[in-house]
């Protein structure tokens, strides 16, 4: 008899006999006997080959259709939908583009920028639409013109080893200014338009918009300027007006005052070209070359800072520019935002003698971010006002 079994009697009454049948005992472990499992299904036996026991200590394999599973249930889940930006976020962004799209990029890139946006050139002279935030002198912070100067004339040149094609500031811009630069090819050069420059035989004409409206308008502003420290909670340096004439006590008429031994004289000539939503697009021509010039006269001459100057808006703090409800409004931004506006100061025209042919005389198409604001300000170009 199987170990793995017992006997039991059981009376059969039909027959009167005793039978003997073999009763069943819980199934274990037996070294005798074999145990006898049931035939598995070909899947039910690869999960069962590959799926570890409880005490190997290995990590159990994700199956294909475990995977599958998953993959469609994170398919199923609802994306986190991303709220649409207003077109106030997508103003300021835009501007936040325009003030660093040049900046901190490899040098062979800026110059690749300024070959394309060459506007004239000749043996003595090249032209370039200046982009915004690119200082022309060297700069610790960002990248120069100045610096990438040797590259963009090698790519003048046509990539070649050997030239003798350089390029040299001339007449310079702010940083945070566009427009027509010019650059020389050679010293002798450099020092010609110095020397026309000086005697105001180049002529230069910008196109600012104003907070405010110029009156009369135009003009010639012809005051001198300073610069003077500002002290308070902070500290710093700004040009200023240094008249030579003051009212009188009585107020009926002026008195020369001293003029500063420091003082540069300064004389900028405007013009309203259009004015609109409380703002003008105005001309400016500069006869003297004073650090900061325009900016100075427009805000503290005229009464109307150029729109971005947040330096020379305020004049006893460093703080955003101040706007109206109203320019904010057709502008599409709020105060706190104002610190992403541009310096909207373009060099428009640059008219020179020729040294050995006719006279130069080129126009700088306006960047894009000028464009929009004159857009939604209203103002009109001049060759569009009869149009």
Known sequence: ?????????????SSGLNLFLLLAKP??????????????????????????????????????????????GEK?????????????QRRVMELKRFSVQLQNVHPNVLAKHLHRSVLYQDKDVVILNK????????????????????????????MKIKSDFQLLPCLGLEKDSTG?????????????????????????????????????????????IIEREITGPQPHYKMALSPLYRLNNEGDGVTKVRSHRQAHPAVTKYRVLDSSSGCSLVELQPYTGV?????????????CPILGDHKYSHWSKLAPQKLPERVLGKLGLEQSKVRHLPLHLHARQ?????????????SSPLPKYF???????????PNEKNT
């Open 131 to 158: 982009p915004y935030g690119v200082p022309v002198a060297d700069d610790s912070d960002v990248t120069s013109i100045t610096s990438v100067l040797p590259v963009l004339a090698k790519m003048m040149a046509g």
């Open 180 to 224: 027509a630069l010019l650059l020389a090819r050679r010293d002798e050069v450099v020092e010609h338009v110095l020397a026309l420059s000086r005697h105001n035989k180049v002529e230069r004409k910008y196109w600012v918009i104003t907070v405010g409206v110029p009156v009369p308008s135009e003009g010639l502003i012809d005051i001198p």
């Open 291 to 303: 650090k900061h010039q325009m900016r100075v006269h427009m805000a503290f001459a005229v009464g």
């Open 1 to 13: 008899m199987n170990s793995c079994g017992r006997l039991g009697r059981v009376f059969d009454r």
């Open 371 to 381: 464009t929009q604001t004159l857009s939604r300000l209203y103002l009109t170009l």
């Open 76 to 88: 199923e889940k609802p994306q986190a939908t991303v709220p649409p930006m207003s077109a106030q």
């Open 27 to 72: 199934r274990k472990n037996c070294r005798k006997c074999p145990q006898i499992t049931p035939p598995l299904g070909r899947s039910q036996s690869t999960a069962a080959n590959h799926t570890p026991g409880p005490n190997t200590g290995e990590k159990p394999r994700l199956r294909a259709v475990d995977l599958a599973r998953k993959v469609q």
């Open 350 to 362: 640059l008219m020179l003698p020729g040294t050995s042919q006719a006279d130069i005389n080129v």
